[in-house]
């Protein structure tokens, strides 16, 4: 099965997840599903349900419902306190199986139709001033009620800023009695629900949906918007709400040091196995075409510069590169692997000074004969009686260092082919929130090919070597003739090249060596690596538990654990699966 | 490091043997054995001094150490005018019999003239040698290098000669060849027609009191291509297609992690 057909991402929430979302939501934001004017806020007395809370609302000393007026009593300055709580709560999307629906909403669940049932329960708090007295202490009156709703969802916003909404269109309180009196509470539930709590909700579905996707500001963004080909988004169906999401524009701008720089935290990658079974309650699936645009964006994120020196046999050498990517294509493999091909790797900037020393250029020395004289001491039939070294005169003092800056930018043509394996990791953080990454983890090696180098770089290295060794002897206040004189001695370019310098014919090559053993073509494939299994994962990394709602004053942010996620590739996408944890 | 070029090998005044200056040197044999003196002048002023201990030797004889058969004085390093004060090199040097002294001047514009006495016993000195005034025996050596044509001249006679140096051609300059010999007797040279390479040493030698100036009569220049035009608008990237069509591969280089 195919979830992309027809969208670039397919995001699918199953209703037992939202339901765990919810009740993760009651727990950390009670105010959001009690009201009344019982206080203190933070600790109200009497009221009808205990309000359950994680720790954490408490030591934050949030409240734990939503202070109101109390209501007053009419023709007396009396006031009475009150408090109505959403106990229960639970959503349950077509087919419908999560609960049981009043006849009044013609059950079963209709097609792409969600169904919601809460328990409200409300009190009102006698004052003891009142009446007579009837019990020893301040004591409330309670009723529950089972309300019951059904409605659909949609999508609002504009692209980059859409959200789900879930909106009631048949609500229920099956034991109310008389139907005026329960027509007149349904309304005033209905607008609760839908202009009060169910954007709540949505909102947290919209975080799993779409915010999930987003990328942080700092690193690049990501404009995303509902598919438009599906005649239902989101869909409701399956016991899932399902949402059909295209990728309208991506861009990464990754900074060159690691994300995690800065922060004094480190995180360290575990794999964590599924401790549940049946359908995820989240599932996500990014097409190939949706891949592509990743990978383009992935591609153009990476930059790659660095200059320092090194050696290469007796030849000093500084060097100020810079590369990024272009081209290539990508192949998703059904065993789970992306194989990567014939990424160029264009070289903006290749610039090499290479340190030559050049001899000191001695004349003299020669042996000369003096019994008889003769120019040399291999005097024809008599030979030489007493033989003289001459003593020999050194244009330089020492040998000097001449500097060929040489640039080679965009006359390399070179390509990286690799594949990779997606896999998910759970980072333990320390000092750092923990985090689920899914990683690309590159299969090595990463193979660089140097396809060919200009073939006039061997001609250019030539003319600047010529150049220098006359700027040096002109800077040094030779004479054109004496110039022309050492060069003479020198041999011509050609002569130095192969024989001074020992420099091979093929001076390109060479120059691929020198570049090789410098190790710029390493520490491309090396930052290539980090890019991909670091810095890329760093960015698209989920933090463990996720924020589905932000701080609000002095209210905790409400986050939610992510118990799962796994990855899968085939040939037609790339599969993400998750769980929510309780 | 910063290159330093000995400039004064280029420098263009007449060279002279009795003024010997940067590239040029003297040949001296010293026959007897004996104590000597050699003092450094820089025109008339003494500007240094130097002993030299000529000891007997010969070929196979027996001794506590073998006296050297050359010994090259370099007459810059003597000179205390310029603060070597002896610093610079030994000024003691030994020679065996028979063997030779080569002045000569290292580096620096000066020109200097050497003389070497004989030191007896409860005499004066004698004067064996004065480099103004080269006699039998005498090989004086020039690097010319300036191109063009020179005449030659023994101030002391009447030999002359003609110096042509070649004009360097790139890739046809030989080191270290052999020199020109020209032989300076009887008021004449010979030969009087010289053509040397520019480096290429000229020798004479020496039958009669000479003294040899060499005097740049017409230079030689040449004009000099421009810098090589070091661009690369012109050039154009070919990739190298392999036998099959495939692209051939000139390095691959693999990333292990």
């Known amino acids: 099965m195919t979830f992309t057909q027809n969208s670039d991402i397919y995001v699918a929430v199953q209703d037992a997840g939202i339901n765990r979302v919810i009740n993760h939501v009651m727990l950390q934001r009670p105010s959001l599903f009690n009201y009344g004017s019982i206080l203190p806020v933070t600790n109200p007395r009497p009221i009808c349900r205990d309000i359950r809370t994680v720790p954490q609302v408490v030591q934050a000393n949030n409240p734990l419902i939503t202070s109101m007026s109390p209501l007053p009593v009419i023709q007396t300055p009396l006031t009475l306190d009150y408090i109505a709580q959403l106990t229960k709560g639970a959503v349950d999307f077509f087919p419908g199986n999560a609960f049981t629906l009043p006849p009044e909403l013609n059950p079963p669940l209709k097609n792409q139709q969600f169904a919601v049932n809460f328990e409200i329960c409300a009190g009102l708090v006698c004052p003891l001033s009142t009446f007579p007295p009837r019990r020893e202490r301040r004591e409330i009156d309670c009723f529950c009620l089972n309300l019951f709703a059904t409605g659909g969802c949609g999508i609002t916003g504009i692209p980059g800023k859409q959200t789900i909404s879930m909106n009631i269109s048949g609500i229920e309180i099956p034991e109310l009695k008389p139907d005026s009196m329960e027509t007149a509470i349904e309304c005033y539930a209905l607008l609760a629900l839908n202009r009060g709590i169910l954007p709540k909700i949505g909102d947290a579905i919209s975080s799993l949906v779409f915010n999930s996707i987003q990328l942080p500001d700092t690193i690049g963004s990501i404009t995303l918007s509902a598919s438009t080909t599906v005649p239902h988004n989101p869909a409701v169906e399956d016991n899932q709400l399902k949402a059909f999401i295209n990728i309208d524009k991506i861009t990464l701008n990754l900074p060159p040091s690691s994300p995690g720089n800065g922060s004094s935290g480190t995180v360290t990658r575990t794999t964590r196995s599924r401790n549940r079974a049946g359908t995820f309650d989240l599932t996500a699936a990014l097409s190939s075409g949706a891949f592509e645009k990743i990978y383009t964006a992935v591609v153009k994120g990476f930059h790659f510069s660095k200059s320092g020196t090194g050696n290469f046999g007796p030849f000093s050498v500084s060097y100020e590169v810079a590369a990024h990517l272009e081209g290539g294509s990508f192949e998703m493999r059904d065993d789970g692997t992306i194989v990567i091909k014939e990424l160029d790797v264009k070289w903006d900037k290749l610039k090499l000074s290479i340190g030559i020393d050049i001899p000191k250029f001695c004349v003299g020395g020669n042996d000369v004969c003096v019994l008889p004289p003769w120019p040399s001491c291999d005097v024809p039939l008599v030979g030489c009686g007493k033989c003289v070294t001459l003593p020999s005169f050194c244009f330089f003092e020492d040998r000097p260092d001449i500097t060929i800056p040489i640039d080679l930018s965009g006359l390399i043509t070179s390509e990286v082919s690799f594949s990779a394996r997606l896999e998910t990791f759970y980072g333990v953080g320390s000092g750092v929130p923990n985090r689920w990454q899914i990683v690309a983890v590159p299969t090595l090696p990463l193979d660089l090919d140097i396809i060919d180098i200009a073939d006039t770089v061997g001609d250019l290295f030539k003319n600047l070597v010529q150049d220098a060794i006359d700027d040096l002897l002109k800077s040094a206040g030779a004479p054109d003739w004496a110039i022309d004189l050492i060069n003479g001695i020198l041999g011509g370019i050609d002569h130095i090249i192969q024989v001074i310098l020992d420099i091979p014919d093929d001076i390109g090559e060479w120059l691929i060596d020198m570049i090789s053993q410098i190790g710029i073509f390493k520490s491309l494939l090396n930052d290539l690596y980090d890019y991909i299994a670091v810095k890329i994962p760093a960015a698209l990394e989920i933090e463990d538990p996720f924020q589905v709602l932000e701080k609000d004053g002095i209210l905790i942010p409400v986050k939610i654990p992510i118990e799962f996620i796994g990855v899968n590739v085939n040939s037609h996408e790339i599969v993400i699966e998750g769980d929510v944890g309780n | ?257």
């Open chain 2, 1 to 257: 490091m910063k290159p330093i070029l000995n400039k004064f090998m280029l420098r263009q005044a007449t060279i002279d043997s009795g003024s010997l200056a940067v590239m040029s040197s003297i040949i001296h044999v010293i026959a007897e054995q004996g104590e000597y003196r050699g003092i450094v002048f820089l025109g008339e002023q003494k500007v240094g001094k130097f002993a030299l201990k000529v000891i007997d030797y010969t070929e196979g004889s027996q001794a506590d150490a073998v006296p050297p058969k050359q010994t090259n004085i370099d007459l810059a390093a003597l000179d205390n005018s310029a603060g070597a004060k002896g610093d610079k090199g030994s000024t003691s040097f030994t020679l065996r019999t028979g063997g030779q002294v080569v002045f000569y001047v290292s580096t620096g514009s000066k020109e200097y003239a050497v003389e070497i006495y004989r030191l007896e016993k409860q005499k004066e000195p004698i004067k064996v040698f004065d480099s103004r005034v080269l006699g039998q025996g005498d090989i004086f050596v020039a690097h010319v290098m300036r191109p063009g044509s020179y005449a030659i001249r023994n101030v002391k006679g009447e030999g002359r000669a003609h110096l042509k140096v070649e004009y360097p051609e790139r890739g046809k300059l030989a080191l270290n060849i052999d020199p020109v010999m020209v032989e300076c007797s009887n008021g004449t040279m010979n030969p009087d027609e010289v053509k040397v390479q520019s480096v290429q040493a000229v020798m004479f030698s020496c039958t009669q009191e000479s003294r040899i100036t060499i005097e740049l009569k017409i230079p030689e220049d040449r004009p000099r291509p421009g810098p090589s035009p070091a661009t690369l608008a012109s050039m154009q990237k070919k990739e190298k297609i392999g036998e099959a069509g495939q692209k051939a591969i000139l390095r691959k280089i693999r990333f292990f992690g």
